[in-house]
T-cell receptor, first 113, second 111 residues
Framework: DQQVKQNSPSLSVQEGRISILNCDYT??????FLWYKKYPAEGPTFLIS?????DKNEDGRFTVFLNKSAKHLSLHIVPSQPGDSAVYFC????????????FGKGTHLIIQP | AAGVIQSPRHLIKEKRETATLKCYPI?????VYWYQQGPGQDPQFLIS???????DKGSIPDRFSAQQFSDYHSELNMSSLELGDSALYFC??????????FGPGTRLLVL
């Protein structure tokens, strides 16, 4: 049972445009959400996070939106740059404590020049 | 800034052998997590430690064990290795916040 779902295995976006990556979750106990960027054979790199008490968090070109009632979050990257091409993982956990992260399957973002 | 250090970076073992992976967390981080990522898969949580005590347990096989030492580094011990254990193994750490910071991983190949 996949508790964190990223339904788009891949996404192609033109350079300079907005990239929107989506993530859905089913476990109501999750209250902290993170996005990671990953290149092959490297460790995930933390991008941005959001706790369930917020509905938006922004950091530079990256914005994460959380819709708790829909159990949905999205990552917006604007403007998209060639260096953004990578696999993006959505992850979730219960807040507090040393619980492990539950990951989605990832979305391969390709930025076209 | 200092990051999570993992060693070795690559490891080749035969079936039924044992392996030990090491993780050195970011300085002043007291919590360590282990994840396994198979080919084309998402990372799967194995186990975590806070202040040298096991904190959370995921899908870690009984053949695997782990511990955290007084200097906060952690070791993942894997015995009776199987072909299916071939994967990338990541360690992550955090301190006061919720964000987990990942190391570069150890690529284990079991032949």
């Amino acid at each position: 049972d996949q508790q964190v779902k990223q339904n788009s295995p891949s996404l192609s976006v033109q350079e300079g445009r907005i990239s929107i990556l989506n993530c859905d979750y089913t476990n109501s106990m999750f209250d902290y959400f993170l996005w990671y960027k990953k290149y092959p054979a490297e460790g995930p790199t933390f991008l941005i996070s959001i706790s369930s008490i917020k509905d938006k968090n922004e950091d530079g070109r990256f914005t994460v939106f959380l819709n708790k009632s829909a159990k949905h979050l999205s990552l917006h990257i604007v403007p998209s740059q060639p260096g953004d091409s990578a696999v993006y993982f959505c992850a979730a956990k219960r807040g507090g404590g040393a619980d492990g992260l539950t990951f989605g399957k990832g979305t391969h973002l390709i930025i076209q020049p | 800034a200092a990051g999570v250090i993992q060693s070795p970076r690559h490891l080749i073992k035969e079936k039924r052998e044992t392996a030990t992976l090491k993780c050195y967390p970011i300085p002043r981080h007291d919590t360590v997590y282990w994840y396994q990522q198979g080919p084309g898969q998402d990372p799967q949580f194995l186990i975590s430690f806070y202040e040298k005590m096991q904190s959370d347990k995921g899908s870690i096989p009984d053949r695997f064990s782990a511990q955290q030492f007084s200097d906060y580094h952690s070791e993942l011990n894997m015995s009776s290795l199987e072909l299916g254990d071939s994967a990338l193994y990541f360690c992550a750490s955090n301190g006061q916040g919720e964000t987990q910071y990942f190391g570069p991983g150890t690529r284990l190949l079991v032949l």
